[in-house]
């Protein structure tokens, strides 16, 4: 497939909010998802296009003059495994090493709770270099496991 990459940009809430509802199973507590469309207006979002259309989208937060997160990423289901996610975490990374960032970091559900599709999450992560730090059983929640993942970016 053809896809195109754009980024950074600002105000791109409303072009991200379909592939957000496209993935239930990662976004669907709604008062949440409405918090990432609003955070996706005012930080730097990398958009990935097929025919037009956005199907996947990388938001960063930076943290300080050294450090960034992954605030969301989302690729709509029919682009899952096409290199996607890899596209824009590479477009992101090229971004802040320009920058002199050195480290990027990215919170994701934990193995705490078992979940398949956290487990297909975390094993993308691992395989574009993030290594886990640490696993805060509480920080969202009872029941909710919150495992901080960490990247040096080669400089």
């Known amino acids: ?25 990662w976004f669907g ?24 259309r956005v199907v996947g989208f990388l938001t960063i937060h930076k943290h300080n003059q050294v450090s960034a997160e992954i605030h969301v990423v989302a690729v709509s289901p029919d682009h899952h495994r096409q290199g996607v996610g890899k596209r824009l975490l590479n477009q992101a990374e090229e971004w802040l090493r320009s920058d002199r960032f050195e480290y990027l970091q990215v919170k994701t559900v934990g193995p ?11 094993q993308f992560y691992e395989a574009v ?7 805060f059983p509480t920080l969202w929640g009872e029941g909710m ?11």
Request: proline content about 9%; aromatic content about 6%.
């Open 29 to 52: 507590i709604e008062s949440s998802l409405v918090q990432y469309v609003k955070d996706i207006e005012v930080m730097p979002t990398f958009l990935c296009r097929h025919l037009e």
């Open 129 to 135: 270099g993030f290594r886990p730090l640490e696993e």
């Open 145 to 155: 496991p919150c495992l901080q993942m960490v990247k040096r970016l080669p400089q």
């Open 1 to 25: 497939m053809r896809y195109s990459l754009e980024g950074p940009l600002l105000g791109q809430g409303a072009q991200c909010e379909p592939v957000l509802r496209s993935l239930p199973d």
């Open 112 to 122: 705490a709770r078992a979940d398949e599709n956290y487990e297909k999450t975390r």
